[in-house]
């Protein structure tokens, strides 16, 4: 069975400096790899996500992500941090190729922003 | 697309009361999930629906939880007798899935409260 693995339960960085949320996955196929962000008090938006087509995947709002097989990681990073990106990251893993799938999320990462 | 729409937004309940909540998927989607998510375990999926019919109800935490889909418009997430630690905010979100690398959208989430 797919999980995930979210190491940091709370990250605070300056602004302007870099982001960097960590992501470790386990799975018996390869994945689907998804980051989820999620603003207090709304449900979760999608960031970006890994399909396969390529390992260097950029998102929404300045982030990317890298997908690495041998080190089973999908790392989330922005070079300048800005204010409005704090809220609580999740990453979270797919095995599913069929429509009877489902996604499982990690603890997620609170994200703070220091002015 | 008015996304997926989750009533009520807040609901406070007394212990042993019954406790609907409910959902509308966006259009077009055919995978229904039903979240939830406290501050001590995280977010959780409970069950996930496909084309109206439960796939996975593994995480649904006892017989006082019951979750039903009568068509592709509509779900509900019922608790009978509420007790105070289903307080949490439940999320439903849903996806198109045709493959499982679809993303998941999210609704606002319901803030219960049982007294």
């Known amino acids: 069975a797919q999980s995930v693995t979210q190491l940091g339960s709370h990250v605070s960085v300056s602004e302007g400096a870099l982001v960097l949320l960590r992501c470790n996955y386990s799975s018996s196929v390869p994945p689907y790899l998804f980051w989820y962000v999620q603003y207090p008090n709304q449900g979760l938006q999608l960031l970006l996500k890994y399909t396969s087509a390529a390992t260097l995947v950029k998102g929404i709002n300045g982030f990317e992500a890298e997908f690495k097989k041998s080190e089973t990681s999908f790392h989330l990073t922005k070079p300048s941090a800005h204010m409005s990106d704090a809220a609580e990251y999740f990453c979270a893993v797919s095995e599913g190729y069929s429509s009877a799938s489902k996604i499982i999320f990690g603890s997620g990462t609170r994200l703070s922003i220091r002015p | 697309d008015a996304g997926v729409i989750q009533s009520p937004r807040h609901e406070v309940t007394e212990m042993g009361q019954e406790v609907t909540l409910r959902c509308k998927p966006i259009?077009?989607?055919?995978?229904l999930f039903w979240y939830r998510q406290t501050m001590m375990r995280g977010l959780e999926l409970l069950i996930y629906?496909?084309?109206?019919?439960?796939?996975?109800d593994s995480g649904m935490p006892e017989d006082r939880f019951s979750a039903k889909m009568p068509n592709a418009s509509f779900s509900t997430l019922k608790i009978q007798p509420s007790e105070p630690r289903d307080s949490a905010v439940y999320f439903c979100?849903?996806?198109?899935?045709?493959?499982?690398?679809?993303?998941?959208?999210f609704g606002n989430g319901t803030r219960l409260t049982v007294t």
């Open positions: 629906f496909n084309n109206n019919v439960p796939i996975d």
């Open positions: 259009s077009g989607h055919n995978s």
């Open positions: 979100a849903s996806s198109l899935a045709p493959d499982g690398n679809s993303p998941l959208h």
